[in-house]
């Protein structure tokens, strides 16, 4: 029978973070089958684990929900500079909630949001496509185009990066679909469909070729699609959107 740590149990099966549940098992408020523990450890899913004596069931259901996220707005529970979150904008019901990859301050667009970390890790791991419009400062010549096409390799991708990134070099894979929009004003829209989410990858591509991504919006992860959804505004996935990631769950063999 599959083992997980514990601390990815209490969260996969509570609102706490795995953080949270460090220090709820460090503080002896943890025990299973009976018997606290102070230390890390393995469970399985027949484990009778208790935090302060409750008992801590399996999470059966899971909920998804599709943010359309403002430009302004972090994809953080707090920030030490007391800038705008999503989550400033969304009810307090979903403060529990993880997001399912990130979108950047400047930009805006879907983002998923789920009560399940194991479905929000899978969903990021995953080669699911996702569709962005963006509009660069530049114009897309014939290095650009064959990038697109083939992908690379930058050992230096610190253009379009977090000041603070840690991350330097990165393997761009080739563009899944990509169409030029149009040129005018000195400035390029694309709509491109890229298969993974690294860290800022499209302002990182671009900023390679020194084209900045003044604007850029994800208007789907999937078959998630934005549709008509305005800034600021969220609802759950359909039943059809729950289905389809039922059986990539399913498909995936991926537990929450």
Not at 20 to 30: R, T
Not at 87 to 100: A, E, M, Q, T, W
Not at 105 to 113: K, P
Not at 156 to 162: E, F, L, M, N, P
């Amino acid at each position: 029978m599959e083992k997980i740590r514990i601390n990815k149990f209490i969260s996969h099966n509570t609102g706490y973070s795995r953080r949270e549940a460090d220090e709820l098992i460090k503080d002896g408020k943890v025990s299973v089958n009976g018997k606290v523990i102070t230390d890390f450890c393995e469970v399985t899913h027949e484990d009778k684990v208790r935090i302060n004596g409750r008992f801590i069931k399996l999470k059966k259901e899971f909920s998804v929900i599709v943010y359309h996220k403002q430009k302004g707005e972090l994809v953080t529970k707090k920030d030490d500079r007391g800038r705008k979150t999503i989550y400033d904008s969304l009810p307090n019901g979903f403060r529990k909630f993880v997001s399912i990859g990130r979108l950047d301050f400047a930009s805006e667009g879907l983002l998923l949001l789920t009560d399940a970390p194991a479905i929000a890790t899978a969903l990021m791991q995953s080669d699911i496509e996702r569709v962005y419009y963006l509009k660069v400062k530049g114009l897309v010549g014939d290095e650009v185009v064959k990038a697109m096409q083939e992908g690379f390799f930058a050992a230096d991708a610190t253009k379009g990066a977090h000041e603070k990134t840690t991350i330097k070099s990165m393997e761009f894979k080739p563009f899944l679909v990509y169409s030029v929009l149009g040129s005018s004003g000195g400035y390029t829209k694309l709509k491109v469909m890229i298969s993974e989410g690294q860290n800022r990858e499209l302002r990182r591509f671009f900023g390679y070729f020194d084209l900045e991504v003044v604007d850029l919006k994800r208007v789907s992860f999937g078959r998630v699609d934005l549709g008509m959804l305005k800034p600021g505004k969220w609802r759950y996935l359909t039943n059809s959107e729950y289905d389809d990631l039922r059986n990539f769950m399913e498909t995936n063999n991926v537990r929450y």
